[in-house]
């Protein structure tokens, strides 16, 4: 039997070395692959589905590197303040109180989002995984899960209980919703996790051939102790853990000296640059022209949804092609092609999933984004208006493994107006317990 396809008819195409061309986009749904960009238009007249692309752009669905999805449920909970005070007093708390429905809700709410604006695969580091996973699953995006584990402040059998934690539930998860949900042993962060205890961590990571994800070098805060009792940089002591290999992924490097990024670019371990966050947080600026020009892989995330305060991709796209050049005192950094391969190749990258590009063979993972708006005219360059114009509401449908996940800006997988009633009710219910 022949297999199902999928047409993206009559709109443009941005390809993989940022060309854009008039092209429709054929997919067969069974393998969830891109089986043709066809110029002529004349691929398949008669397919199961179609989408229309008129008047818009066929981009890679986005990659969300670095979140913490279920965090949407302290979206405005708290803001305002430094990344310590802030966890300590008002995030931490609110966490601890919790429930796994609170994270399923969470989740959807979050990935609901994401679908909208046209994200397709996020990394995701929090606890409760199997309500995300299951999140996951339902709403047919892709995502790299894990449990977040912290030491610092517990006793031995609890510490040692959270990174074994995180280890089964990187071996259990791996593979699920059909290949979609792959796992990270995720360390929460080189300070919040005992050296002991990373080492297994990394160690359990590469028998198993899974990826570490962590927080690095987000505040000065996080680098001083580091280099107070250790004499060396927080990525060569990462190095010497264990846990800065190709495969590992890591948030922020915003406070990276070049003897660091030297490391990065010979691991091949990649960074994830979380820009609205630590601006929102007073951390600083991360350098990524000189990351990129290291060759280090360089991927996009919004951090979550309490430090941002949204997970709309395309904000944090304009936000580091805009704050690049700020860091590095020149507008010609971090131009919009770099942004854009940030938020979609890097991303794919970042995270070893499929995706990320739009090209015969890639996973039929895309965005289509509406180009018949007022600010997104004129069209002298498109690149430009993804990285500087347009906005996550843009987007007007949304494909991930082949199968259509919002058509004409409705999303067929999750029921929209139930999410949002629930995350409503478990928000407050949390907000009443915490109070
Ligand atoms: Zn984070």
């Known amino acids: 039997m022949a297999s199902e396809t999928l047409l993206v008819a009559g709109g443009r195409v941005l390809r993989p070395d940022m060309r854009v061309t008039e092209a429709d986009v054929l997919v067969d749904r069974d393998a969830g692959r891109i089986k043709a960009i066809d110029a002529d238009r004349s691929a398949d007249r008669d397919p199961d589905v179609r989408l229309d692309a008129t008047d818009g752009l066929v981009v890679p669905g986005l990659v969300n590197a670095h979140t913490h999805v279920a965090m949407t449920l302290l979206r405005g909970y708290a803001d305002d303040k430094p990344l310590d005070a802030w966890l300590r007093e008002d995030i931490w708390p609110a966490e601890a109180a919790l429930t796994p429905a609170d994270v399923r809700a969470g989740a959807e709410l979050g990935i609901l989002e994401m679908i909208r604006s046209g994200t397709t695969a996020f990394a995701d580091m929090y606890f409760h995984v199997p309500e995300v996973v299951a999140a996951v699953e339902k709403a047919g995006v892709r995502a790299r899960v894990g449990h977040g584990a912290v030491t610092v402040g517990k006793d031995d059998p609890d510490a040692r209980d959270d990174v074994e934690e995180s280890i089964a539930v990187a071996r259990e998860y791996d593979g699920a919703a059909d290949g979609r949900v792959r796992t990270a042993v995720m ?95 007073a951390s600083g600026i991360a350098p990524v022209q000189r990351l990129l020009d290291a060759g280090v892989t360089v991927a996009l995330g919004t951090d979550g949804a309490a430090s941002n305060n949204d997970l709309d991709l395309f904000g944090e796209l304009r936000d580091a092609a805009m704050v690049g050049k700020l860091a590095a005192d020149d507008a010609a950094a971090v131009p919009a092609a770099a942004a854009v391969r940030m938020a979609t190749q890097g991303g794919a990258d970042a995270l070893s999933l499929p995706g990320g590009r739009v090209e015969v063979g890639a996973a039929a993972d895309l965005a289509i984004v509406d180009l018949d708006a007022p600010h997104l005219t004129p069209q002298h360059d498109l690149v430009s208006h993804l990285a500087y114009a347009a906005r996550g509401s843009d987007v007007r449908h949304t494909v991930c493994d082949g199968r259509v996940l919002m058509r004409d800006r409705e999303v067929l997988t999750l029921d929209a107006e139930r999410v949002v009633g629930m995350a409503r009710e478990r928000a407050a219910d949390l907000a009443s317990r915490t109070a």
Request: with cysteine; net charge negative; aromatic share 4%.
């Open 187 to 281: 360390p929460h962060s080189l300070t919040t996790v005992s050296e002991p205890l990373l080492r297994e961590a990394a160690a359990a990571a590469r028998d198993e051939g899974i990826p570490v994800h962590f927080h690095a070098n987000e505040t000065e805060d996080e680098v001083e102790p580091i280099v107070a009792e250790r004499s060396t940089r927080p990525l060569s002591y990462a190095d010497d853990v264990g846990i800065l290999s190709a495969r590992d992924f890591l948030a922020h490097a915003v406070h990276v000296d070049d003897s660091e990024i030297d490391k990065l670019s010979e691991s091949g371990a990649a960074v994830v640059h979380c820009p609205a966050s630590n601006m929102k947080l």
